[in-house]
């Protein structure tokens, strides 16, 4: 099958490779031009880079503009296949090959459609993530789908190595896609709307910790936001803290939540509702780092106690 490649730094690059690693030909690969941020982002690999290596021609464009449509069509592609493309795709394009468009979505649809699906799983405790391929349609990520690949979640598992776990089952989710496309066994199974979930894109205020969570939201939302993504946060005497390594106490804490407890080598923070009844565990800071980029053991950070805070 001739194939066009719509894609965009480390997911899209993976993706291309995957395409490469068949057998059939890749004749266009599209992707967004590097700019200084996209050169700053946490997984910035090329794909334009990789596509000139193995001498496929490559088409720069921030949209799927009326030039990209007119590239495609002389491509004559039998698929395409999307992962990591940030703007919109017009029907007159994503239904021009005979197979359609196959986009790579990083979870198990219709759950955490949207932005971040993986950091977003992993802070609200689902039990596993995965990879979907389904079929592009007019709206994002609710076309039917093709094939599924999971991954449990685990108790220790952070947002950048479950991200990387879900970058591995790329290469065998593009396979089976093809291999049953190119046979005629595609089954395709529509997504039932009431079970999709959204999620927006993350922003820097979507890192701040809400000390009125329980304790093991708030390990969990600690693990997720990992390096190098930024990490979670609270103010801490006028200054902004980031909370790299946390654990839930073994002892209960009362009082206010935000409030930091040093005992027996520990530092401590009161978390969750109704907190003043004594009942709730506490989370436990182990590692913290300050804005410039300094690390610091929590207990000897935290030792004149105080509170941790929304604001400076």
């Keep these: 099958m001739r194939i066009v490649s719509f894609g965009f730094q480390t997911w899209g690059r993976r993706t291309l490779q995957a395409l490469l690693d068949t057998e059939h030909e890749v004749v266009l690969a599209v992707t967004h031009p590097q700019s200084e941020e996209s050169y700053r982002a946490i997984f910035a690999d090329s794909v334009e880079d990789l596509a000139r290596e193995h001498g496929i021609p490559v088409h720069l464009t921030e949209r799927a503009d009326a030039q990209t449509i007119e590239l495609v069509r002389q491509a004559r592609p039998d698929v395409i296949v999307v992962n990591s493309w940030y703007t919109w795709m017009p029907a007159e394009l994503y239904t021009m090959p005979r197979h359609g468009t196959l986009n790579l979505h990083d979870s ?14 992993l802070i609200s405790g689902a039990a596993e993530t995965g990879l979907t391929v389904h079929r592009m349609d ?8 093709l094939v599924q690949h999971r991954i449990p979640v685990g108790p220790d598992d952070t947002g950048t190595g479950l991200v990387l776990r879900g970058m591995d089952l790329i290469p065998a989710a ?6 049953a496309l190119e046979s005629g066994t595609a089954t395709w199974t529509p997504q039932d709307p009431a079970e999709r979930t959204y999620f927006h894109k993350r922003s820097e205020i979507d ?3 809400d000390w009125r969570l329980p304790a093991i939201e708030l390990e969990r939302f600690v693990r997720a936001l990992s390096d190098p993504y930024p990490n979670a946060y609270s103010f801490y005497r006028g200054e902004r803290v980031r909370i790299t390594r946390a654990a839930v106490s073994d002892v ?3 009082g206010t939540p935000g409030r930091v407890v040093v005992q027996n080598g520990e530092a401590a923070v009161v978390t969750g509702p109704d907190a003043y009844r004594g009942t709730n565990h506490g989370l436990v800071l182990h590692r913290v780092r300050t804005d410039d980029g300094v690390e610091h053991d929590a207990a000897e950070f935290f030792v004149r106690g105080g509170y941790l805070t929304d604001a400076r």
Aim: neutral net charge; hydrophobic residues 45%.
């Design 207 to 209: 890192s701040r910790i």
């Design 174 to 179: 593009v396979r089976d896609a093809l291999a």
């Design 252 to 254: 209960r804490y009362g």
């Design 138 to 145: 007019e709206n994002l990520d609710t076309g039917d789908i």
């Design 108 to 121: 198990l649809l219709p759950k955490f459609t949207g932005f971040s699906p993986v950091l977003w799983a």
